[in-house]
């Protein structure tokens, strides 16, 4: 029985061990931090931001979907549809790599992450 004791605390204390020493788990897929939260300034709330000079909201498009009969793209974590109000502006158009946002006669481009992506034109090998 003793035996049993001693056996059963080591195995709780390795547990125990291994279980305070666990790392988090490394996600390769997962976009840059940078690239996961609007730039917001002194913690304010992301919705509460805007440009100053055209009065619309500073997005981030994390994702864009277009079909043949559908189209909509992801804003700071809102799914929206071309055509729909969006924080009191008009998505006007979802493109494949950006989304025209319009208030009054204001047009904002706004490209997927915010970030220029080079196409490249041919392949050489």
Not at 5 to 23: D, N, P, T
Not at 25 to 47: I, L, W
Not at 85 to 111: E, H, P, R, S
């Amino acid at each position: 029985m003793k035996q049993w004791l001693i056996l059963l605390s080591i195995f709780f204390s390795l547990f125990v061990s291994a279980a305070a020493s666990a790392q988090t788990m490394f996600d390769p897929t997962r976009p840059p931090k940078k690239m996961q939260a609007v730039d917001v300034e002194d913690g304010a709330d992301a919705e509460l931001q805007e440009d100053t000079a055209t009065g619309i909201p500073k997005a981030l498009v994390t994702a864009i979907y277009v079909t043949d009969s559908s189209r909509y793209a992801i804003i700071n974590d809102d799914i929206v549809h071309e055509g729909e109000t969006w924080k009191n502006v008009v998505v006007k158009t979802i493109n494949l790599d950006n989304v025209v946002l319009a208030k009054n006669d204001i047009q904002k481009v706004v490209g997927l992450f915010n970030i220029d992506v080079a196409k490249e034109t041919e392949y050489v090998y």
